[in-house]
């Protein structure tokens, strides 16, 4: 059950990590959950037709998904945001309020983004199980906590 306090606040979610983590799983469901608002940067870049993975193009997709976000968030809504992010510049751009690391997977489909992730040194709550469901309720409680 969720609070009435996290249902009065809007909050920027940031769900990361390699492709094939299980970020798009994990991020419908909190979406539900929380009755948020929902990105995926998959989308973003296809709206865009933006299909630089260089890290120039990386931190624009970073600045892009931050300028949505916060403007979902102006209009006192959550955001859960599907996003690689797979360097600590992009993630300080994203500039999460939550951030959940997907640590399910050593290596992603994508040689060109397993050499240049950069591990988190900051996160609210690392995942590293594929149970989306079980955690999603331990993820609304670490927000609870963290935010209340």
Do not use: H
Not at 34 to 49: H, M, Q, W
Not at 89 to 111: C, H, P, Q, S, V
Request: proline letters at 2%; aromatic letters at 10%.
């Amino acid at each position: 059950m969720i609070s009435k306090n996290l249902k009065k606040k809007s909050i920027k979610i940031l769900v990361m990590g390699l492709p094939g983590s299980g970020k798009t799983t994990l991020s419908k469901i909190l979406k539900e959950k929380l009755n948020a608002d929902y990105i995926n940067a998959d989308e973003i870049r296809k709206k865009f037709n933006d299909w630089d993975f260089s890290i120039k193009g990386r931190l624009r997709q970073a600045r892009r998904m931050a300028e949505i976000a916060n403007q979902t968030i102006i209009k006192n809504t959550t955001i859960v945001a599907d996003f690689v992010c797979p360097v600590d510049e992009a993630r300080k751009i994203f500039n999460a309020d939550f951030l959940i690391w997907m640590n399910t997977i050593k290596k992603g489909r994508y040689d060109d983004t397993n050499s240049l992730f950069q591990t988190p040194k900051e996160f609210d709550f690392k995942v590293e199980t594929f149970d989306a469901e079980i955690v999603s309720k331990k993820i609304i409680s670490e927000i609870e906590k963290k935010l209340f």
